[in-house]
């Protein structure tokens, strides 16, 4: 079972969104919080494979509590729930270490599948959504310390740019005439190499870095 913690400062939406996973079959709700403090000392003690976070709460925001869990000695996810597309707090909640965010009007199909994703570890928010995203508030971020990119190798910083354009590791693998198990490894690498958790932070790495420019098209 997947094992779920909810947080939101609504207790009609942690209510219906217990009821669309406790009926998915292979979820279980192991708690809810109303505010980002709670969420955060909640997954120390639950050990959640995912935290399904509201990224707008009274007190400690979805945001800080973000950093709080991707920054302790867990291996749970956070999922980030927004009411806006381009909820000017989704690109800190991304750096703080979220795996990605869904619209909170998505539907219960979609958020299962989101859930399912993020607790094997990899990313729900497409990077060419993601690149929407650091095109409006990759400016205004604060830039961390830059980190030498020079530990990846050529092809390595290739597909860390392709990754950071919004291509799949199929569309990758095409443009660069390599197969499709190539790139995974390649993308392994690259996370391992920088310390990422997953393809959105590598997307967001690339930007901070300077690797790609806001405004990049997809394709290559």
Not at 78 to 90: A, C
């Amino acid at each position: 079972m997947i094992r779920v913690l909810l947080a939101d400062d609504q207790a009609l939406v942690r209510t219906g969104f217990r009821m669309i996973l406790e009926n998915s079959g292979d979820m279980a709700v192991v708690g809810e919080a109303g505010d980002g403090a709670d969420a955060a000392t909640m997954t120390l003690d639950l050990q959640p494979h995912v935290v399904l976070m509201d990224i707008r709460m009274p007190g400690v925001d979805g945001v800080e509590a973000t950093r709080r869990i991707c920054g302790g000695d867990t291996e749970t996810r956070v999922l980030i729930l927004t009411t806006f597309d381009l909820d000017e707090y989704v690109y800190a909640a991304l750096h703080a270490g979220a795996s990605g965010f869904l619209l909170k009007d998505t539907l219960a199909p979609d958020l299962l599948s989101a859930i399912r994703v993020v607790a094997r570890g990899d990313a729900v928010v497409a990077p060419s959504v993601t690149r929407r995203l650091l095109e409006r508030y990759v400016g205004t971020a604060p830039v961390p310390s830059p980190v030498d990119l020079d530990v990846l190798t050529e092809r390595e910083r290739e597909v860390l740019g392709l990754i950071a354009r919004g291509l799949s590791n199929a569309e990758i693998a095409g443009h660069l005439f390599l197969t499709e198990g190539t790139v995974k490894t390649h993308v392994s690498r690259v996370l391992s190499k920088l310390g990422l958790r997953d393809r959105v932070q590598a997307v967001v790495h690339a930007y901070e870095r300077g690797l790609i420019r806001p405004g990049a098209a997809k394709q290559p």
